[in-house]
């Protein structure tokens, strides 16, 4: 027991059994849980909003999954989700709300935060972004010299740069193909370069995204750019106006920098920046789908989050794939997860999904600040299929580390693909279920005997199998899928931070590099301080100086 009254995580009962189960579970191999269950590929799967999950190729029985939900129970993720949605503080060294299930929630919900109804705030902010996205889609809002803006830059960084990003190159075929998106996030000035070099600064709109407006890398950014406009444009600055709005939660900052606090798209301390895009930190997104689909994503969203409250914890999706997490983390040792779309839409998603699961739950310490002695968040990594088969799924296959994996596939094309390349279709996805069933059930070194490989190669071509994976397949990729998609992660993400007894919604641990770069500038641009700096940082000041030219 610590101070605050919860058990030690690695010292309930329920930890206990999960540890003794394991040990009976020993090397059971997925070849054998389906051939003692043939109904198995069909009874583990469960169907949430517009996603068939199918967790049959997992390393439990029913009793894991009966001692895992044990475990749920026992370290109170109900009573948590309850009070998120309910509007407590439940980010407690922040002290804040975690809301961002009221973005999306529908107009004529109430959730409080301090005894105040929230979602007015949101809908008043989304029509504001709706009645804005239209004037830029249609032509109406027109820049300094009166061209219509075909152009929009949206610039941040982290959970203000990667939502809106990934949701654009998600929903690319949803897109309003007429007008240019770039989104620009990192401090090396070549980012913003490359991103405006072939643009027309009368034509281009930037949209500054910072929940803060404080950060330094979108603030530089946003500087640069200003001066790129003004300097195509003759120098007016009253052409900020027209080309500049800002997404923040800092009225303050935003007007400081020079942009019309009336252009400002407000939200609100209560949405975490990596859980962010569902907020007015989508406006490019919304300009570029358009205002209605936007709407059904932010459906797509809440269908989720109803079922994540509601469903029972047998058939709540979000709930089982967190204490899956938890089960591969504490008792096989996997320390990284693979999340692998087989869509080449989704090629930011498992980057986004790195900002979303690794800043929220890369923490070693509990709630009431002890070391944890137990596993929290995994690496997340991954790229598109088929281009990772070609890559580095041998160490997946064949490698000595556990890796589970999630497999995202559709059962069909994008609308507007062409014709002639409908066929790759079902070539992708049958490398997508090929893969899964290769990790599962692999290839023993009798099959691969008989295939006549000589004595010295066999175990070279053997597949140990027994991988554990995850499949969650949807008709097509919608907004709303795509709504449905991230809520499923965000709330995975909580169960895991739950169950491992860590504040899932601070982000202390980036704060230490912004400030020691604050300190080393000086040193590489004015050579002072130098003697302030541990002996290696120093050599590599000077060496980059002399590099430098300086
Ligand atoms: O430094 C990390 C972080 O605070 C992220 O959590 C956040 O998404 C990002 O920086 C950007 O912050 P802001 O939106 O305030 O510019």
Do not use: C
């Not at 068939?52 to 129970?73: C, F, G, Q, W």
């Not at 034509?203 to 890398?217: D, G, N, P, V």
């Not at 087989?342 to 310490?365: I, P, R, W």
């Amino acid at each position: 027991m610590n101070a605050q009254g919860r058990t030690r995580l690695n010292q309930t009962p329920e930890w206990a059994a999960l540890g003794k189960h394991r040990e009976q579970l020993g090397d059971t191999h997925l070849r054998e849980l389906f051939a003692a269950d043939a109904a198995r590929g069909g009874r583990y799967t469960l169907q949430v909003g517009d996603l068939y999950l199918d967790y049959s190729k997992h390393l439990v029985t029913d009793e894991t999954l009966r001692l895992l939900r044990e475990l749920a129970a026992a370290t109170g993720v109900a009573e948590l989700r309850d009070a998120m949605f309910r509007g407590e503080k439940i980010n407690t060294t922040e002290d804040r709300a975690v809301l961002h299930t009221a973005l999306r929630a529908p107009r004529d919900a109430v959730v409080e935060v301090d005894g105040e109804n929230v979602v007015p705030g949101v809908h008043a902010v989304l029509d504001k972004m709706r009645a804005f996205s239209d004037r830029i889609r249609s032509g109406r809002w027109t820049g300094h010299t009166g061209k219509p803006i075909r152009n929009v830059v949206n610039i941040g960084i982290g959970g203000s740069d990667l939502g809106p990003a990934m949701a654009y190159e998600v929903l690319r075929s949803y897109t309003a193909r007429d007008l240019t998106f770039r989104f620009v996030s990192n401090v090396d000035g070549a980012d913003l370069h490359e991103a405006v070099r072939d643009l027309d600064p009368a034509e281009t709109l930037f949209i500054i995204a910072s929940k803060t407006f404080t950060t330094i890398e979108t603030i530089t950014n946003a500087t640069s750019a200003r001066a790129w406009l003004l300097d195509g444009l003759g120098g007016d600055e009253s052409a900020v106006a027209k080309h500049f709005v800002a997404l923040s939660t800092n009225a303050e900052k935003v007007g400081e920098f020079g942009i019309d606090t009336a252009n400002m798209f407000e939200f609100w301390d209560w949405v975490g920046g990596r859980y962010s895009y569902d907020s007015a930190i989508g406006l490019s997104l919304m300009i570029a789908i358009g205002p209605d689909r936007f709407r059904e994503m932010l459906d797509g969203f809440h269908r989720v989050d109803e079922h994540f409250r509601n469903a029972p914890p047998e058939a709540n999706a979000p709930l089982l794939l967190g204490l899956l997490g938890v089960w591969y983390g504490a008792f096989f040792d996997a320390q990284s997860h693979a999340v692998l779309p087989y869509s080449h839409y989704l090629s930011k998603f498992t980057a986004y999904l790195q900002q979303l699961d690794m800043e929220s739950n890369g923490k070693s310490v509990d709630r009431q600040g002890h070391r944890v002695d137990w596993q929290t968040g995994p690496v997340v990594w991954g790229t598109p299929g088929t281009n990772g088969q070609h890559a580095y799924y041998q160490l997946i296959h064949q490698g000595t580390k556990v890796i589970p994996a999630d497999f995202i596939g559709f059962a069909k094309p994008v609308d507007d693909l062409p014709h002639f390349l409908l066929a790759q279709h079902d070539l992708l996805m049958a490398n997508f279920f090929a893969q899964t069933q290769a990790l599962a059930f692999g290839k023993t070194p009798e099959e691969v005997r008989a295939e006549g490989v000589p004595d010295e190669l066999v175990a070279h071509k053997t597949f140990r199998g027994n991988h554990p994976t995850t499949t969650i397949l949807a008709e097509e990729l919608t907004p709303s899928v795509l709504g449905q998609l991230i809520a499923l992660y965000e709330h995975k993400v909580f169960v895991q931070g739950a169950v491992w007894n860590i504040d899932s919604f601070d982000q202390w641990g980036v704060e230490l590099g912004k400030v020691l770069a604050k300190k080393i500038e000086p040193v590489l641009t004015e050579g002072a301080g130098g003697d302030q700096l541990d002996s290696s940082t120093a050599t590599l000041a000077a060496e980059y100086r002399t590099r430098r030219g300086r």
